[in-house]
């Protein structure tokens, strides 16, 4: 009996141990197998983890930073990487959106020394996922830039992240992003943008750029779709270049799919403003975040630097600000633009010879 005994406890014991190991590997392939990206939006390369000199040196906390990279405008997104990664010693992971023909040119410029430890994920964008979303016009179809929308998938780029910070690639960060990331959200609020009433962005009028400060300036009010939002017309816009979003909320919230709603009605009933020439992603996020959104510190979005090529600030409030945003025709990377020699100290020049740089004071050379 004694025998018999030992042998049950032996087979119950042998039972838990290949149960226990069951259930991690089902865990383990869960993990693997699982599709987070229902769009296609699937990682192309990560590089996962930093040498051991930089993972001693910077914080073990993961903040995630995710930007698009379209080709033609590569060396600003480039440039934004390495103003945020020479600027912080946190353990910062940039998730770079951008297209199939782009990502061989993107890798080879990430290869080079000043980047070539940087933490980054290139995911693939797939424009199919605007299809029946997006009016293009047949004329103007090569103006039109799918990945625009990134910023309406965060979860499908960083699944497993609570928290993400998204920046256009017209930007510079002069502090340390951990501060941006640590903006406090308001319970129920998916998102903190910086509102376009801020004492920042009010100091100066933006000329020929229509109305940027408030609703209207946004949407067609004419329109009783509109209307029936009962959202106040004067109600302040704001900017979503640069914003921090709590995925949980947005998930919870399902905001990709109201983006998506108003973006598939703007294509029947046309409810954004004709007056404004500027962001055809700007009204859907205008609407699903009226009034149920934080702000963020406006030193954190010093913008309209490109809606002209004067300089409306002056060079102490430029050293001071913690992000420069070239919002506007005029980039940085352009013939004419406002503190061009601000962006150039962040640029890395292009290993491939294909961003065309045209610098100001080459230009300046020229004109004598």
Not at 208 to 228: M, P, S, V
Request: with cysteine; aromatic share 10%.
């Amino acid at each position: 009996s004694v025998n018999i005994s030992i042998l049950i406890v032996a087979v119950v014991i042998f039972l838990l141990v290949i149960h226990h190991n069951f259930i991690s590997l089902s865990d383990f392939l869960r993990r693997e197998l699982s599709d987070p990206s229902p769009l296609g939006l699937q990682p192309i390369d990560f590089i996962p983890a930093a040498p051991q000199r930089l993972a001693d040196e910077r914080n073990d906390k993961e903040i995630p930073v995710v930007i698009a990279a379209s080709d033609e405008r590569l060396g600003g997104a480039i440039a934004a990487m390495n103003s945020i990664y020479q600027n912080t010693r946190a353990n910062v992971v940039f998730h770079i959106v951008t297209l199939n023909d782009t990502v061989d040119h993107l890798r080879m410029w990430l290869r080079i020394p000043p980047l070539k430890n940087m933490r980054y994920r290139i995911l693939d964008f797939d424009p199919r996922v605007l299809e029946g979303k997006v009016q293009v016009d047949p004329q103007k179809a090569d103006n039109f830039k799918p990945l625009t929308f990134a910023r309406f998938y965060l979860p499908s780029f960083v699944p497993h992240a609570e928290k993400v910070i998204y920046v256009d690639d017209d930007v510079i960060v002069q502090g340390d992003i951990v501060e941006l990331y640590n903006t406090p959200l308001k319970p129920g609020h998916a998102a903190a943008f910086s509102d376009d009433c801020d004492s920042t962005s009010s100091k100066v009028a933006v000329r020929g750029a229509g109305n940027q400060y408030n609703y209207i300036g946004f949407l067609d009010y004419k329109k009783e779709t509109i209307r029936k939002l009962a959202m106040k017309a004067n109600t302040c816009s704001f900017n979503p270049g640069v914003f921090v979003a709590n995925l949980t909320e947005w998930k919870l919230q399902n905001i990709t799919k109201q983006l998506e709603k108003w973006m598939a009605l703007n294509v029947v009933e046309e409810l954004y403003s004709k007056t404004l020439a500027g962001s055809i992603t700007t009204p859907p996020l205008l609407i699903v975040f009226y009034k149920q959104h934080s702000s963020i510190d406006p030193m954190w979005n010093v913008r309209h630097l490109g809606s002209s090529a004067g300089k409306r600030y002056s060079p102490q409030f430029v050293e001071a600000a913690k992000l420069l945003h070239w919002n506007g025709h005029f980039k940085p990377w352009g013939r004419t633009a406002s503190y061009a020699e601000v962006w150039e100290k962040w640029y890395l020049p292009d290993p491939a010879g294909k961003f065309n740089l045209i610098r100001r004071h080459s230009e300046a050379y020229e004109a004598k």
